[in-house]
C-alpha cells in the first residue's frame, strides 16, 4: 500500500492526460473509495420490477453491507440487514415475500418497514421492553427511485436522487425507462472477476473505441457487425458526461431511417408520445452504453442470435444494467441484470434475453472479451514493473469545437463518440470524492 499519495499530483497528472496505473490496484486507494465514494454515493440495488408486491424483499449490498429492499404498504424501503440486539443478519434468504424478518439468533422480530415488534419474552426479562422496541428498529438505508430504478444511499447528507442524476436521466429515458417500462427478466447473475472495480466502470463510460480490437473476433471473424467506420466516427454518434456529477453515457445513431432498431413499432409509437422530444434520437438509434457514477452502467444494443450479420437474421434487442460490486482492490463482483420491455410479447421477451446471453451475463462473449482485459490490466497495475506505469487518456484531449451533427435537448457536455472526455471526467469526480469533496 502506498504512503506517499498526494492528490495534488494526481490531479496535475489528470490535467496532463495521464494516471498511475496503482489507481487500479493499491489499498489505501481502495481504502479511501470506501469511506470517500461508497459511503457517500447513490448505489443502485434493485428494479421495482423484481418486488412488485407488498411484502416482496430482496438482498442487495452496497459494497459489503448487506441491504434489504423491500415493498411495503407505505413504498419502497430499505434496512441494514443486521439485527440491532447482536448484530446477527436478520434474513437469511436473497429474496422472497415476507411481512416480518425474524432473527435466527434470539428471534426478535422485526416487522418488513424495520420496526422491532417481538421480543420472545419482552415482559419477563426487560424492564422497559416498549422502550426497547421504540428505539431499535432496524438501521434504515435511505432510497429513491427513478423510473423503476431503486438506489440506496449509507449517506444522510447526501442530495436528492434526483439531484445526484441531473440530466443523466435524459440518456436513462432514452435508454428505455421511460416509454419502454422497462422490467427484469428472470434473475440477476453475479460472479467474481478478478479486476478492479473500476475498469469496468470506465468501459462503460464511456470507452467506444476498444470495441473493435477487444471484441473484434465478433466484428472481424464472425462479420456479425459489419464495420464502418461511421458506426464509431459518424457525426450523429456522440457521448454526454456530466462534469462534477460522474456520469457519462454514448449514444450511437448509425442506421438513418430505422427506428431504435430491435423494437417493435408500438413500443416506438410509445415512446415517441411520451417524450416527443427524444423521438428524432430515436432515428437511427442502435447503441446506449453509459455508467452512472460510480458504478452502475447500461447497455442496450442488438445480438444476432446466430452466426450471420445483424440484420440478416433474428437480431433481436437487448438491455442490461449492472453494478460492479468492489470486493478488494483487485477483485469485484459483477450483478448483471437483463432488462425487457413490459409491452413486449413472452416471445419477444425470451429473444432479447437470449440476444442478451449470447453477448453479456456469464455466458456472453462480449463479456469475455472485456473481463480478459481488465483482468490483465489490474495483475499489471499491482506488479512491481508497472504500477507506476502512467496510463493515457488523451483521445479527444482538446475538447475541440464540437464538429458532429446539431443536437437539439441532449443534455450534458457533448463530444464525438471516440473520445476519453467522459473517462477523465470520471477520473475528476473520483479525485474529487477522494479529497472529500462531491463531483
Ligand atoms: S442477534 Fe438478533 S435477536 Fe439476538
Ligand atoms: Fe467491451
Redesign the pocket.
Known amino acids: 500500500m502506498r504512503n506517499d499519495v498526494s492528490f495534488q499530483d494526481l490531479e496535475r497528472e489528470l490535467e496532463r492526460g495521464v494516471l498511475p496505473a496503482w489507481v487500479f490496484s493499491d489499498g489505501r486507494v481502495y481504502e479511501w473509495e470506501r469511506e470517500r465514494i461508497f459511503k457517500r454515493v447513490w448505489h443502485f440495488l434493485a428494479h421495482e420490477s423484481e418486488i412488485p408486491e407488498a411484502g416482496d424483499y430482496v438482498v442487495r449490498y452496497i459494497v459489503d453491507t448487506p441491504v434489504i429492499v423491500v415493498r411495503t404498504e407505505q413504498g419502497v424501503r430499505a434496512h441494514v440487514n443486521m ?1 440491532r ?4 443478519p ?1 434474513c437469511r434468504g436473497e429474496r422472497g415475500r415476507s411481512r416480518v424478518f425474524r ?1 435466527p ?4 422480530t422485526y416487522s418488513n418497514s424495520g420496526e422491532l415488534v417481538g421480543i420472545p419474552f419482552r415482559e419477563q426479562i426487560y424492564a422497559d421492553p416498549g422502550r426497547i422496541e421504540r428505539e431499535l428498529s432496524l438501521p434504515l438505508v435511505r432510497v429513491q427511485s427513478y423510473r423503476g430504478l431503486i438506489f440506496g444511499t449509507l449517506s444522510e447528507r447526501a442530495p436528492s436522487l434526483e439531484e445526484y442524476l441531473g440530466e443523466s436521466t435524459w440518456y436513462l429515458d432514452l435508454f428505455g425507462c421511460r416509454g419502454l417500462d422497462l422490467e427484469v427478466f428472470g434473475d440477476p447473475e453475479r460472479w467474481t472477476l478478478s479486476a478492479n472495480w473500476k475498469t469496468a466502470a470506465e468501459n462503460f463510460g464511456v470507452d467506444n473505441l476498444h470495441i473493435l480490437s477487444t471484441h473484434g473476433s465478433l466484428i472481424v471473424e464472425l462479420e456479425q457487425f459489419p464495420f464502418r467506420q461511421e458506426y464509431l466516427l459518424g457525426p450523429t454518434n456522440f457521448v454526454a458526461y456530466f462534469p462534477g456529477r460522474g456520469h457519462a453515457i454514448a449514444v450511437n445513431r448509425p442506421f438513418p431511417g430505422m427506428k431504435f432498431v430491435g423494437v417493435p413499432e408500438p413500443l416506438i409509437a410509445k415512446m415517441e408520445a411520451e417524450a416527443p422530444e427524444q423521438a428524432p434520437y430515436l432515428d437511427g438509434l442502435s447503441t446506449v452504453v453509459g455508467t452512472i457514477w460510480p458504478n452502475l452502467s447500461l447497455l442496450t444494443v442488438v445480438q444476432p442470435l446466430g452466426p450471420y450479420p445483424v440484420g440478416q437474421g433474428e437480431t433481436p434487442r437487448y438491455w442490461t444494467i449492472r453494478v460492479w460490486q468492489p470486493m478488494g482492490p483487485t477483485q469485484m463482483q459483477v450483478w448483471s441484470w437483463c432488462l425487457v420491455p413490459r409491452g413486449m410479447s413472452e416471445e419477444q421477451k425470451r429473444k432479447s434475453f437470449q440476444a442478451y446471453r449470447l453477448s453479456f451475463g456469464v455466458s456472453g462473449t462480449f463479456e469475455q472479451d472485456d473481463a480478459e482485459v481488465w483482468k490483465g490490466i489490474t495483475e499489471l497495475a499491482a506488479s512491481l514493473g508497472g504500477r507506476e506505469v502512467r496510463l493515457n487518456y488523451e483521445i479527444d484531449g482538446a475538447e475541440g469545437p464540437w464538429s458532429g451533427q446539431q443536437l437539439n435537448g441532449a443534455p450534458g457536455v457533448i463530444r464525438p463518440y471516440v473520445t476519453e472526455a467522459g473517462a477523465r471526467n470520471f477520473w475528476r469526480t473520483w479525485l474529487s470524492y477522494l479529497r472529500g469533496g462531491e463531483g
Do not use: I, L, S
Request: proline share 0%; with cysteine.
Open positions: 439485527c440486539h447482536r448484530g446477527a436478520v432473527c439468533y434470539h428471534g426478535w
